[in-house]
T-cell receptor, first 113, second 108 residues
Framework: DPKIIQKPKYLVAVTGSEKILICEQYLGHNAMYWYRQSAKKPLEFMFSYSYQKLMDNQTASSRFQPQSSKKNHLDLQITALKPDDSATYFC????????????FGKGTRLTVV | GMPVEQNPPALSLYEGADSGLRCNFS?????VQWFQQNHRGRLITLFY???GTKENGRLKSTFNSKERYSTLHIKDAQLEDSGTYFC??????????FGTGTTVSVSP
């Protein structure tokens, strides 16, 4: 029974369009994260949120915008999609942002054509 | 250099063999996590360590914060152990930073 739910599992988008990747966690965690993985490379940290507030942003492009409507939600809006945005996006959560185990969702595989 | 480096980059094993992977940190880290990523891209958590050693079946991991390294030992390798293994550690106390990965191939 997955505790971190990511939707959709697969997503195909047209260049220039906008998509929202959904993430919900049912672990009661206060911190949530987004990571990106391109072509079996290491996961790259994108954002971290704690109590629905942005803590760290390592994403250079403003086309990527996290949205936290509830404590256990952290969606990722991506605008003006480009083929280079094709990757698997992993959502993760942890009890807090410092020194605790981080749990990962199954990922959303995005393909931009 | 990279904050988290892994070696070797790739490892080929025969079934039944034992081998080890290493993760080196450029600075002192509070904890380490080890993951296996299978051929479907699924990320499976193997270990979380704040110190010392943990074992789970044929896998064993050690974390030495002072010496800035962690190891993952695979004993009696099986075909299902194939995949890419990542270590990851907190940088700046907030974000989990992933290592470069070790691709393990186990053959009969």
């Amino acid at each position: 029974d997955p505790k971190i739910i990511q939707k959709p599992k697969y997503l195909v988008a047209v260049t220039g369009s906008e998509k929202i990747l959904i993430c919900e966690q049912y672990l009661g965690h206060n911190a949530m994260y987004w990571y990106r993985q391109s072509a079996k490379k290491p996961l790259e940290f994108m954002f971290s949120y704690s109590y629905q507030k942005l803590m760290d942003n390592q994403t250079a492009s403003s086309r990527f915008q996290p949205q936290s409507s509830k404590k256990n939600h952290l969606d990722l809006q991506i605008t003006a999609l480009k083929p280079d945005d094709s990757a698997t996006y992993f959502c993760a959560s942890s009890p807090s942002t410092g020194g605790t185990e981080v749990f990962f969702g199954k990922g959303t595989r995005l393909t931009v054509v | 250099g990279m904050p988290v480096e892994q070696n070797p980059p790739a490892l080929s094993l025969y079934e039944g063999a034992d081998s080890g992977l290493r993760c080196n940190f450029s600075t002192t880290m509070k904890s380490v996590q080890w993951f296996q990523q299978n051929h479907r891209g699924r990320l499976i958590t193997l270990f979380y360590l704040a110190q010392g050693t943990k074992e789970n079946g044929r896998l064993k991991s050690t974390f030495n914060s002072k010496e800035r390294y962690s190891t993952l030992h695979i004993k009696d390798a099986q075909l299902e152990d194939s995949g890419t293994y990542f270590c990851a550690s907190l940088q700046g106390g907030r974000a989990l930073i992933f290592g470069t990965g070790t691709t393990v191939s186990v053959s009969p």
